[in-house]
């Protein structure tokens, strides 16, 4: 599994390394210098009549670029020595004829609403809920043409429309400018001296809208593909830190002959063992979609929808199909066959492990085959039982996650440190995966039973750490205070799993009481 992507793009843990001297930052729309130089008067009637024509000129619809899923096998490659070592090393692994892998991934489609369960052996790690009616909320990856609404000196931001029901929000950091456009370069220059209102920018979600909240924007620019991500307008490389020391060295010379000039390139985990071959046709297929992007940005008006992400489940597979999963359970027909056409395309050698479970012929539900269905209902629950009967809370506030770990009924054997101790190591295993599954994000508070010996809860730090290692969302964990509180932050891309798969309660609002109206009389 993956580390943490950008923007959803899946650029892993990565290790920059610069391609050249240019600025990563450089802008592609130098609109910003043009708008600070005073327009002569003839031109300023000029610029007027133009305005004037561009708003009685109807906008042609167009349809966003996305991702093409691909129907066909890849070409096949030249089998020679070296190839089929490379093949041999993605190639998924089998036990008398059966596939062998330590994860399992199973798509469930009712009507509009796709879900996609990850499983560890029997246990669910992660559940994705998508609805086709989500086009207002699940943005993250979209890239747009929006138009700046308003510039909050005060705040460092501007509010960008994009054409959703809320204002996205873009911040001074996530500026791309260009130092030429400026009169006077100035590090600190400030967010009105590079955006002013009504100026057209390109912009992509790198945060869903949230509650209250709008999207967040950045002019940071990638697109992800299998194996790589294109960063337009960067001029920097990066590789997986995820991958062996031999085989980073190996795709960095590559990446000097596929990367386009004038382009950043961040090659994924999943490159492991692909060939020049195979990453200069993915990196190619990424230009030829920036390359549209920029012909719809010039033609259409904001604000616009430039580019989409791929449904759910594609997205899914592309992020994180590898030949660590031995399947891909599907129980729709026609997604079957887009996804079976998708991976025969990106991965031919963990084609057949693209499957269809007809729900019909089984005369069961593919999530009742898997046991996903009564581990979806525990997700709802407020405490999680441990093994030992131990037992953690979870309270979810607007600011902040907390989680009580108790003893409950775990009683134990020997003497009560040790019996806290395996408490707490149990507790911080089922944590990680609940924050995986549940995707909790932003402060995270964890009281943990107060333990006596120092060995004990830097045990507890240690095996928490190494659990959250797994999870490929970025975390950042601080040290066990003497109150024993666990204080750590988690990336927070989306709204959580329980905000997907229920509803505001009518009666009470989602405070979880109703006043009695005999009081209040």
Request: net charge positive; aromatic share 4%.
């Given at each position: ?10 650029t892993d843990g990565v290790a920059n390394e610069s391609k ?321 056409g998708y991976v025969s395309a990106i991965s031919p050698e ?161 405070s979880g009481y109703v006043i009695d109206p005999m009081i209040?009389?």
């Open positions: 599994m993956e580390d943490t992507n950008p923007v959803g793009s899946g050249s001297a240019q600025n990563p930052r450089t802008s592609s729309r130098r609109s910003n210098s043009r708008s600070r130089q005073a327009p002569k008067s003839g031109d300023a009637t000029v610029a007027n009549t133009r305005r004037s024509q561009s708003r009685r000129r109807p906008a042609k619809p167009q349809a966003p670029v996305e991702m093409e899923v691909q129907g066909q096998v890849a070409e096949s490659l030249d089998a020679g020595a070296k190839i089929k070592r490379r093949f041999a090393q993605r190639a998924p692994r089998e036990r008398h004829g059966r596939p062998v892998g330590r994860y399992q991934m199973v798509v469930h489609v009712a009507g509009d609403v796709t879900q996609v369960a990850i499983l560890e052996g029997r246990t669910l790690i992660q559940h994705f809920v998508s609805r086709a009616s989500d086009s207002q909320s699940n943005i993250s990856g979209n890239i747009y043409l929006g138009r700046v609404a308003n510039v909050l000196p005060g705040m460092e931001a501007a509010f960008v429309d994009i054409g959703t029901n809320k204002n996205a929000v873009l911040y001074r950091g996530d500026v791309r400018y260009d130092r030429e456009d400026l009169e006077s370069f100035d590090r600190n220059v400030r967010i009105e001296q590079l955006l002013r209102p009504k100026q057209v920018v390109i912009c992509q979600v790198v945060k869903n809208p949230i509650a209250q909240k709008g999207a967040r924007l950045t002019q940071e620019v990638s697109l992800p593909g299998r194996f790589a991500v294109l960063l337009p307008g960067g001029g920097s490389f990066g590789i997986s830190k995820r991958l062996p020391d031999d085989e980073r060295r190996r795709l960095r010379r590559i990446l000097d002959d596929v990367a386009p000039e004038g382009f950043g390139v961040i090659l994924r985990t999943a490159a492991e063992g692909s060939t020049k071959e195979e990453l200069k046709r993915d990196v190619d297929s990424l230009m030829e979609s920036w390359k549209k992007i920029e012909e719809m940005a010039k033609s259409a008006h904001a604000p616009a929808l430039l580019y989409r992400e791929p449904p759910s489940a594609v997205r899914v597979i592309r992020e994180e199909f590898n030949r660590e999963f031995r399947s891909v359970t599907i129980d729709d027909m026609s997604l079957y066959q887009e996804i079976a963990l084609a057949d492990r693209v499957e269809y479970f007809d729900s019909a012929a089984e005369k069961l539900a593919i999530f009742d085959q898997f046991h996903v269905r009564e581990q979806l209902q525990k997700v709802l629950e407020h405490k999680v039982w441990l093994p030992s009967g131990g037992s953690i809370v979870i309270d979810r506030t607007e600011a902040l996650t907390v989680i009580d770990v108790n003893t409950s009924r775990n009683v134990g054997t020997v003497s009560l440190e040790e019996t806290i101790h395996k408490n707490n190591l149990e507790a911080v295993e089922e944590i990680a995966r609940q924050l995986r599954l549940r995707d909790i994000g932003g402060i995270i508070v964890i009281d943990v039973v107060d333990m006596i010996e120092a060995q004990n809860r830097e045990d507890v730090m240690r095996a928490f750490r190494a659990a959250l290692a797994r999870d490929k969302t970025k975390t950042h964990v601080y040290e066990m205070s003497q109150l024993g509180l666990v204080q750590m932050t988690r990336h927070r891309i989306a709204e959580g799993l329980v905000e997907a798969l229920s509803e505001i309660c009518p009666s009470c609002g989602g209040t009389q």
